[in-house]
């Protein structure tokens, strides 16, 4: 996948940067080329995936306390 960003007449090459970062960052490349950086076990990934539910759900449980009051 490869992404373009192409600077208009009269567009800085400044904005054309931050405009690709952007274009970057919303695709999601960074996150997966540091996901991919080095081999996680399966089960390690299961355990991380359980172990921020868990979080979540903490969190859900204490904002809702939290409103009824």
């Known amino acids: 996948m490869s992404l373009k960003v192409e600077v208009r007449k009269g567009q800085s090459v400044e904005k054309a ?22 081999y996680v076990k399966p089960s390690a990934i299961k355990r991380e995936k ?6 979540r759900n903490k969190y859900k449980i204490l904002k809702e306390k939290e409103q009824d009051k």
């Not at 405009?19 to 997966?32: A, N, R, T, Y």
């Not at 359980?50 to 979080?55: E, G, P, V």
């Open 17 to 38: 940067i931050s405009i690709f970062k952007k274009k970057v960052k919303q695709s999601g490349i960074l996150m997966e080329y540091r996901d991919r950086q080095f």
């Open 50 to 55: 359980r172990n921020k539910a868990i979080l």
